[in-house]
T-cell receptor
């Protein structure tokens, strides 16, 4: 059963610490997305990749967030330094790059910054 | 810019009653349209999608949605609610490029939490 895998599922850290979230997209998918979900803002697009190349990261605070795809099986989202306002659930999604754009989501990484 | 409006952040129905969750999009060119469901502490799962074939789209778990271009709407319905339908539902659009393919990203509405009373 192909699925998007995210680690860690839960992370509690202190303000100022570095946080790295990892995502393994579905094998064969060529688009990868990072979304952030909060009660106030809902689902926000942070960044996305096509064939490992970053296409859009305009939703991401550039001073502290970075997203990369070191290879086709791994996407990372890093926050350094973390702040309490970064507390949210971060979702990775991958897509087969079809004409219509549907995405498949991981179960999310819940981040709490104290 | 494209946007998606879901009317009602919370909807409550009785078990066996009709479920109607509303979604409107803002675009002069109809985008690709999706409904996703999110159960507590889980990711989003695709319920159904509209890709400019039939205007009435059937999805999983007995849900269906009808695309109405004149109303720029894509409302989600289910004839008879079940307790297991309690979840949050998200409408999403994927804007089209000039040649008709997807721009690639999904723009989500704020979500509607569905409660089902016994």
């Amino acid at each position: 059963d192909a699925r998007v895998t995210q680690t860690p599922r839960d992370k509690v850290t202190e303000m100022g610490q570095e946080v790295t979230m990892r995502c393994q997209p579905i094998l064969g998918h060529n688009t990868v997305f990072w979304y952030r979900q909060t009660m106030m803002q809902g689902l926000e697009l942070l960044a996305y990749f096509r064939n490992r190349a970053p296409l859009d990261d305009s939703g991401m605070p550039k001073d502290r967030f970075s997203a990369e795809m070191p290879d086709a099986t791994l996407a990372t989202l890093k926050i350094q330094p973390s702040e309490p306002r970064d507390s949210a659930v971060y979702f990775c999604a991958s897509g087969p790059g079809t004409y219509t754009g549907e995405l498949f989501f991981g179960e999310g990484s819940r981040l709490t910054v104290l | 810019a494209q946007s998606v409006t879901q009317l009602g952040s919370h909807v409550s129905v009785s078990e066996g009653a009709l479920v109607l969750l509303r979604c409107n999009y803002s675009s002069s060119v109809p985008p690709y349209l999706f409904w996703y469901v999110q159960y507590p502490n889980q990711g989003l799962q695709l319920l159904l999608k509209y890709t400019s074939a039939a205007t009435l789209v059937k999805g999983i778990n007995g849900f269906e949605a009808e695309f109405k271009k004149s109303e720029t709407s894509f409302h989600l319905t289910k004839p008879s609610a079940h307790m297991s339908d309690a979840a949050e539902y998200f409408c999403a659009v994927s804007p089209k490029l000039n040649y008709g393919g997807s721009q690639g990203n999904l723009i989500f509405g704020k979500g509607t939490k569905l409660s089902v009373k016994p």
